[in-house]
Nanobody, 122 residues
Framework: EVQLVESGGGLVQAGGSLRLSCAASGFTFDNYAIGWFRQAPGKEREGVSCISYSDGSTYYADSVKGRFTISSDNAKNTVYLQMNSLKPEDTAVYYC???????????????WGQGTQVTVSS
C-alpha cells in the first residue's frame, strides 16, 4: 500500500523555524516528484515546493523562496521541508504528495493525507 505521511507541524512565533517530514512507503522516489502543498482556511490548496527525482531539480513558490528548503533522504524514503523565517501567512495545513513532475497535479497515489498543521503567530 502506498502511503505518504506528513509530520512536524506545530505552533511557532513569526521568525521561527519548523522542519516538516514526508515519510513514504510502498513506492520508491526514482520516477516521481514529491511536492509540498498547503491549504489555508478559505483558500485553495497551493504548491509550495517540489523535488524531482528524474533530474534532481527543485521548485519553490515565490512566496517561500529563500526561506524554505526541500531535501530528501532516499535511504529513509523521506522528504523534508525546512521552513525558516516563518510568517503568519505561512499558516496552513501542509500536505505532501507524489506527482509525475514538479508543477503537475497530485496526488497520483490515492488521495490527500491528513497533512500537518503549521500555525505561525504574530
Amino acid at each position: 500500500e502506498v502511503q505518504l505521511v506528513e509530520s512536524g507541524g506545530g505552533l511557532v512565533q513569526a521568525g521561527g523555524s519548523l522542519r516538516l517530514s514526508c515519510a513514504a512507503s510502498g513506492f520508491t522516489f526514482d520516477n516521481y516528484a514529491i511536492g509540498w502543498f498547503r491549504q489555508a482556511p478559505g483558500k485553495e490548496r497551493e504548491g509550495v515546493s517540489c523535488i524531482s527525482y528524474s533530474d534532481g531539480s527543485t521548485y519553490y513558490a515565490d512566496s517561500v523562496k529563500g526561506r524554505f528548503t526541500i531535501s530528501s533522504d532516499n535511504a529513509k524514503n523521506t522528504v523534508y521541508l525546512q521552513m525558516n523565517s516563518l510568517k503568519p501567512e505561512d499558516t496552513a495545513v501542509y500536505y505532501c504528495a507524489a506527482t509525475y513532475g514538479c508543477g503537475k497535479p497530485g496526488p497520483i497515489f490515492g488521495s490527500w493525507g491528513q497533512g500537518t498543521q503549521v500555525t505561525v503567530s504574530s
